[in-house]
């Protein structure tokens, strides 16, 4: 299907029913119609999400929207669309839910006397600079309420519409209340065209990276995820590509294809890379004992093995080489202003 990474909608692991697609094929060769994409809004009284893992490095994150368009094959946050009541295939992909208060919440939030400043990350689970966020701003609105307040953020995205907000981030770097990373998972276009199918090119995220530096904003990148025996060989020259264009700090993140996101994956293997498909499951199960997945803390986000171990070093290696080791001084908190404070009608 044009535009999307997966082709099925596995049953919801909370329905007692579920839908599985006719053994005849009613197209017979012909292209598949596409699936639209359908946007419902979303009631929540709350903006902020506490983070309880010790493989995450912040407390709160902030999602203004769940599911997400960009429909990369091997997303890990596919499985919470079961708790709305859809699949993680197809749906999560195109049934996109909108906080369209997610400003005003914030504000609420950062203005609460027993709120305590400190980073908030956009976004710990969907991207916040999805496709639909050129139209709708709910990022960029909420990233003037972080600069209104002063409070620390974080960003994370694999679209480079994030430099349409070169502006407020500029003003927000200048207060040392941003970091922004990048996430590029291969530099090959027709990998990520199949993989990814609605992120921002390669070519174009790197761009992006250029464009933040320049106005004096710290970027990273973050290749994420690493899969083995199929993106993992790309590390170095993903690594050098990034510090080239300005970057000064790098992480990454293994695979791992937690519920309903491991049949997807194998569904998508064999139809897009036959040749490579078993080379690349028998990779991932040899950084995971055996399995797809990992749920352990301290594990999840790391290989074990063998590989596992070569895939890290690999990086150090090679983060140490392009100088992307820079250590980040944390995001300040000095600058926020209080709850009542005049400066917020007075300026």
């Not at 491991?262 to 040899?286: T, V, Y």
Request: hydrophobic share 35%; net charge neutral; proline share 7%.
């Amino acid at each position: 299907m044009k535009g999307r990474a997966s082709t099925l909608n596995p049953p919801n692991r909370f329905e007692t029913r579920s839908y599985e697609p006719l053994e005849v094929d009613l197209y017979d060769g012909e292209e598949r119609p596409s699936v639209p994409t359908e946007f419902l809004r979303d009631t929540s009284r709350t903006i902020l999400s506490k983070n309880d893992s010790p493989d995450v490095h912040f407390t709160y994150s902030v999602n203004p929207y769940r599911g997400c368009e960009h429909g990369c094959i091997y997303c890990y946050a596919r499985p919470t669309h079961e708790y709305l009541g859809f699949s993680a295939g197809l749906d999560f992909e195109s049934k996109i839910i909108v906080k369209m208060e997610a400003p005003s919440l914030l504000a609420e939030a950062f203005q609460k006397k027993n709120w305590v400043p400190e980073n908030v990350t956009f976004s710990g689970n969907t991207d916040c600079y999805q496709p639909i966020e050129r139209k709708l701003e709910l990022t960029r609105k909420c990233l003037e309420v972080c600069l209104q307040y002063r409070n620390p953020a974080g960003i994370i995205t694999k679209n480079a519409l994030v430099v349409r907000d070169i502006d407020i981030l500029r003003e927000m770097a200048a207060l040392d209340v941003i970091h922004v990373y990048i996430s590029i998972t291969t530099l090959d276009p027709e990998l990520a065209r199949v993989m990814e199918p609605r992120t921002s090119s390669p070519e174009n995220k790197l761009k992006a990276i250029s464009s933040l530096v320049s106005a004096g904003i710290p970027v990273g990148v973050m290749i994420a995820p690493v899969i083995p025996g199929l993106t993992d060989e790309e590390i170095p020259s993903i690594l050098k590509a990034a510090a080239a264009h300005g970057a000064s700090n790098a992480g990454y993140i293994l695979v791992r294809l937690p519920g309903a996101v491991k049949q997807l994956f194998l569904e998508w293997l064999p139809r897009n890379l036959p040749d490579r498909a078993a080379k690349i499951i028998n990779r991932i199960q040899s950084t995971r004992e055996g399995a797809l997945s990992e749920s352990r803390f301290g594990k999840r986000m790391v290989g074990e093995g063998a590989i596992g171990t070569t895939i890290h070093d690999l990086f150090v290696v090679n983060r140490a080489r392009y100088r992307l080791d820079t250590k980040w001084k944390p995001l300040s908190v000095k600058h926020f202003r209080n709850a009542g404070s005049d400066q917020l009608t007075l300026f």
